[in-house]
């Protein structure tokens, strides 16, 4: 029997014959195609030919085809249809692709060949694509060490090796404090609790093996608790536990780690010759240096305080109406707020409902980018690896785009979230590749099934990144699609949610399940004024666990973290009633791992812009207008990381992003 992972497939369009791949077959495929790899580079490394782009940067692009192809269906699978093998499987391959990675970015005559032509890169005659990988190539070799040597290579590999340690402990650390803490509730406790909260807490006491209900750390519960329980004391000692999550003395306290933890960043940083490690790590990044981040944080942070400080006089005198004569506390704020969010947007979830369908919703998202980009959608009838999966052919003028896979309903064996991901990316280096994009959801089975109004969000945000990755129009697979910087990345599909918000698209889509009937005018207003409540203290608590990030990371490494976490709050004068979104001790976003160190601001930034790029709509009457749209599909969902982001941007809007139109869509352009 052959290897069905490892033959040429002859079916329509090249999607993965999933019913003939066994998952036996992934483990000697996985082997295979990291041979292919590793032959590829050796080739290209031991060339006696001198290094040219075709030899050196066009082939190493193409070495690990067999690679993407096993990899493409492998993770797609792993994470939206997971079964204990495929769980083992997932085990086994992490440590066999780091360790192929650091193959590549240590050998040393590959890197000779990439840095004799980045030397040379103007001599070269080379087009603006052909200079940017390479310019990205190089950049990639040089910032994992591949220039270091001698003793400070070393020393760069022991920094990288403690750092995934102490990033691994950090997490266990602080899952063993969510598990550890829970707080018993008698019956009487859940007076004034909605029921989903109740249920909620008799599963967890059940989980728990406790008698009664609990509330836990979850932040699926433990919020809504916040919210609901009218108990200031029990309010007050979850609330309590919950900030004190990676901070509670003995083996599992995290403040120790997270200096560990930032020094080691600083140390690798300075032994690649960047300042800081923030100025190491941005410059990847469209923001591209700290200051630019700071200005922008700072930028949305005083309109941000100055919304905080009004709503907390409202919700301070509504504490004193209760007959408590005491300052507003974090335990407080989310109670009074939903007190107050019920008396000002009477929005009733039951009655929104009916109005959003999935099926209508998806053909809200394709109509959306029909009118926008010509793009047009037919089911298709093909096998797919999961009964719940869709498939649509993705067409313009009758020449075929991609595929589309949407596989929309929660089961047991999906990872939790929404996501997209690319199970074959566009290419043009090797032969015209064209995608299969994939949207993986987790919406609740129905008939009809019908979505709450985020997940429709949901649905159409995951649809904007499938649109950066189906128009994609490039060479290079390194540049394809999605593949650009991490504070860029959510433009296309924080952009792509304000075509929902629509009042066009909802009047067309959204209608009633039963009767048909187009959602009520009043009932529309309302859902899109409630989008800016309580804004103030949701930006209070994102912004000031930026700052903290950032500053952290911004110049040395501070010795004592809580003590440099708490003159960052001083200095821009934190609210006394609202708590950080991410403290310290429990900050894994900047922790236990890299991922976004020196990077929490980068929703922010993608906020920034996609309220900005919409604008552009928004300025020339018509959220529909074509020239914007096709600027929009040149610049940026066909140009995936063929440039800078920042060049893109420009392109496309004419100028940089600013502030306001963010401001104006959280509604912080109200205050002084
Ligand atoms: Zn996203």
Same mark, same amino acid.
């Given at each position: 029997m052959t290897n069905p992972l490892l033959e040429t497939w002859d079916t329509p369009f090249g999607l993965p014959p999933f019913a003939r791949i066994a998952d036996g077959d992934f483990a000697p495929a996985m082997a295979a195609a990291l041979d292919e790899g590793r032959a590829a580079v050796a080739a290209i490394a031991e060339n006696p030919a001198p290094?040219?782009? &075709?030899?050196?940067?066009?082939?190493?692009?193409?070495?690990?085809?067999?690679? =993407?192809?096993?990899?493409?269906?492998?993770?797609?699978?792993?994470?939206?249809?997971?079964n204990p093998a495929r769980d083992a499987l997932?085990?086994?391959?992490?440590?066999?692709?780091?360790?192929?990675?650091?193959?590549?970015?240590?050998?040393?005559?590959?890197f000779a060949r990439v840095d004799d032509l980045w030397q040379r890169r103007d001599e070269l005659g080379l087009g603006d694509e052909e200079m940017r990988v390479l310019t990205l190539t190089h950049r990639s070799f040089v910032r994992s060490g591949a220039a270091l040597e001698g003793a400070a290579r =070393?020393?760069?590999?022991?920094?990288?090796?403690?750092?995934?340690?102490?990033?691994?402990?950090?997490?266990?650390?602080?899952?063993?404090?969510?598990? =550890?803490?829970?707080? &018993?509730?008698?019956?009487? =406790?859940?007076?004034?609790?909605?029921e989903f909260v109740v249920a909620a807490a008799r599963e967890a006491g059940r989980e728990k093996g406790q008698a009664g209900p609990v509330v836990t750390l979850s932040r699926s519960l433990i919020v809504p608790f916040l919210q609901f329980s009218p108990r200031r004391d029990l309010r007050e000692r979850a609330y309590r536990a919950w900030a004190a999550r990676g901070a509670n003395g003995g083996e599992s306290d995290n403040r120790v780690l997270s200096a560990e933890i930032l020094a080691l960043r600083a140390e690798r940083a300075a032994l690649l010759g960047y300042e800081s490690f923030a100025a190491y790590k941005l410059e990847t990044e469209m923001a591209g240096n700290p200051a630019a981040v700071r200005d922008l944080l700072m930028a949305v942070w005083a309109p941000a305080r100055a919304q905080a400080e009004v709503d907390a006089e409202r919700l301070t005198a509504m504490l004193h109406a209760d007959g408590i004569n005491d300052a507003l506390a974090p335990w407080d704020w989310r109670y009074y707020s939903e007190k107050r969010r019920l008396a000002e947007h009477d929005l009733n979830e039951a009655e929104l409902k009916p109005y959003f369908q999935l099926d209508a919703m998806i053909e809200a998202g394709f109509d959306s980018a029909t009118r926008l980009f010509g793009l047009e959608f037919r089911p298709l009838d093909v096998d797919l690896y999961h009964p719940?999966?869709? &498939?649509?052919?993705?067409?313009?003028?009758?020449?075929?785009?991609?595929?589309?896979?949407?596989?929309?309903?929660?089961?047991?064996?999906k990872r939790s979230g929404a996501w997209c991901s690319a199970m074959r990316s566009q290419k043009k280096l090797g032969g015209d590749v064209r995608p299969i994009v994939v949207n993986v959801c987790n919406f609740a089975k129905g008939d009809p099934c019908l979505l709450s109004y985020d997940d429709a969000r949901t649905l159409f945000h995951e649809f904007g990144h499938a649109l950066h990755q189906m128009l994609s129009d490039v060479t290079y697979g390194s540049i394809s699609g999605t593949s650009v910087a991490r504070d860029f990345v959510e433009l296309p599909s924080q952009l792509y949610e304000h075509w929902l918000e629509v009042p066009e698209v909802l009047d067309r889509h959204a209608r009633h399940a039963v009767t048909g009937a187009p959602i009520p005018v009043a009932l529309r207003d309302r859902l899109l004024a409630a989008r800016t409540y309580d804004m103030g203290f949701q930006t209070v608590e994102y912004v000031a666990s930026a700052l903290v990030d950032l500053d952290f990371h911004d110049g040395p490494a501070p010795a004592d973290p809580m003590a440099a976490e708490a003159a960052t709050l001083a200095r821009i004068g934190m609210p006394a009633a609202i708590g950080m979104r991410h403290a310290t001790p429990h900050f894994a976003h900047v922790f236990s791992g890299d991922g976004y160190s020196a990077g929490y601001y980068s929703y922010m930034w993608s906020e920034v812009m996609d309220a900005d790029a919409f604008a552009a709509f928004e300025e020339v009457g018509d959220p529909f207008d074509p020239e914007t749209a096709a600027r929009l599909e040149r610049f940026i969902l066909s140009a995936g990381g063929?440039?800078?982001?920042?060049?893109?941007?420009? &392109?496309?809007?004419?100028?940089?992003?600013?502030?306001?139109?963010l401001l104006k869509g959280r509604g912080l352009d109200r205050v002084a």
């Open positions: 290094p040219s782009f &075709a030899n050196t940067i066009a082939a190493l692009e193409l070495a690990d085809q067999l690679l =993407d192809r096993v990899a493409g269906v492998f993770y797609n699978l792993s994470g939206a249809d997971a997932q085990r086994d391959f992490a440590p066999m692709l780091s360790a192929y990675a650091s193959e590549i970015t240590n050998n040393a005559a590959l =070393d020393r760069l590999t022991a920094v990288k090796s403690r750092l995934a340690v102490l990033g691994t402990q950090f997490t266990q650390n602080l899952l063993a404090d969510e598990r =550890d803490w829970f707080m &018993a509730l008698s019956e009487a =406790d859940l007076a004034g609790l909605p719940d999966a869709r &498939a649509w052919e993705v067409t313009r003028g009758g020449r075929h785009v991609a595929v589309f896979v949407g596989d929309y309903f929660a089961r047991g064996s063929s440039q800078e982001a920042d060049q893109l941007y420009t &392109a496309f809007r004419g100028r940089m992003p600013g502030v306001e139109a």
